[in-house]
């Protein structure tokens, strides 16, 4: 655990927890769980939440036996992720926000990208600004990676047409699974952020309304370039299924057309290998003219086929 408290308007580390006013919980082990849930008594599921990446964003309220009140605000955030075969996919991991008596908990099982570079700011003049401001990087974050994701795409129609391994699949099947995640991730975050931007609507001495409004305009945003992208792979794979099954049937053309080219031969020379008669079956240069003939019968051939556009 990691614990901060706010010096002239700027997050600086110490040691005490007790004192800390922000305090990040990366992956925390089975005794950090324990001592937050004795501690502060936060429900454990407000905890283990955050490390659970099947968990659905939420909202929710809890008073303890003290009638103290526990906030506990859960998001989904993007995480990128390059498998072995260097191809991008991206998962959604739970990011736990508890807030209570002026304290804020943050619980997530994998760094955040965005995490210390908002710390490092140094206009956090009150834990609603901070929380705002993780808001805001964490819609951005889902915009930047569907940006990444267009980028993907787009090489991807570039070369399409000369796409005959199974590479595209395998991509395309990655760029489907991060859609798929980003949908619950992009939508329920939405929901909650809608909820809290009309909850404290005109509650100045809260919330900076203004910047509640521009992270609704950008969550808005992440939800239509997330539905834009789905329809962009969706209209790929259908075009790319056409290419793939049009270059097969151009192999097959190519094949069938070769096949009759090199029947010929076989054709002429049965005729001259029959137990009958034959014409210049005692010409020296029988042979030769057998082959040459082959040859010319052939390259006809070939002529006619292109002219028909079957080879």
């Known amino acids: 655990m990691k614990a901060f408290r706010l010096e002239n308007q700027a997050y600086v580390s110490t040691d005490s927890i007790e004192e800390a006013e922000l305090v990040l919980c990366e992956d925390p082990s089975q005794e950090e769980i324990d001592y937050l849930h004795n501690q502060y008594d936060i429900p454990l599921d407000f905890i283990t939440d955050g490390l659970n990446r099947y968990m659905v964003p939420r909202k929710e309220n809890y008073e303890t036996d003290n009638h103290e009140l526990i906030q506990l605000l859960l998001f989904l955030y993007p995480l990128v992720k390059i498998d072995e075969a260097d191809r991008l996919e991206y998962q959604t991991l739970p990011l736990s926000i508890i807030i209570l008596n002026g304290k804020m908990i943050m619980v997530y099982p994998k760094e955040l990208p965005f995490l210390e570079r908002t710390i490092?700011?140094?206009?956090?003049?009150?834990?609603?600004?901070?929380l705002l401001q993780i808001l805001w990087?964490?819609?951005?974050?889902?915009?930047?990676?569907?940006?990444?994701?267009?980028?993907?795409?787009?090489?991807?129609?570039?070369?399409l047409v000369n796409s005959t391994k199974n590479e595209a699949f395998y991509k395309m099947i990655s760029i489907n699974k991060t859609l798929v995640y980003f949908e619950t991730g992009?939508?329920?975050?939405?929901?909650?952020?809608?909820?809290?931007?009309?909850?404290?609507?005109?509650?100045?001495?809260?919330?900076?309304?203004?910047?509640l409004h521009d992270i609704r305009i950008l969550s808005n945003q992440a939800r239509v370039m997330r539905r834009e992208s789905d329809e962009m792979i969706s209209h790929l794979s259908e075009v790319f299924s056409s290419v793939i099954s049009n270059n097969?049937?151009?192999?097959?053309?190519?094949?069938?057309?070769?096949?009759?080219?090199?029947?010929?031969p076989t054709i002429i020379g049965s005729y001259w290998g029959m137990n009958v008669s034959l014409p210049f079956e005692k010409n020296l240069f029988a042979f030769a003219l057998l082959v040459f003939a082959s040859i010319i019968i052939g390259i006809l051939t070939v002529f006619w086929l292109k002219k028909k556009d079957y080879l």
């Not at 490092?120 to 901070?130: W, Y």
């Not at 990087?137 to 070369?159: F, G, S």
């Not at 097959?252 to 090199?262: A, E, P, Y």
């Open 137 to 159: 990087q964490l819609t951005n974050e889902y915009v930047k990676a569907i940006t990444r994701i267009d980028d993907v795409i787009e090489n991807m129609e570039q070369n």
């Open 248 to 264: 097969l049937n151009n192999i097959m053309k190519f094949l069938t057309s070769l096949t009759i080219v090199m029947t010929i």
């Open 120 to 130: 490092n700011q140094n206009n956090q003049s009150e834990e609603s600004l901070f």
């Open 186 to 211: 992009i939508t329920k975050n939405h929901e909650i952020i809608d909820q809290v931007y009309k909850k404290q609507q005109g509650v100045t001495e809260k919330l900076n309304n203004e910047l």
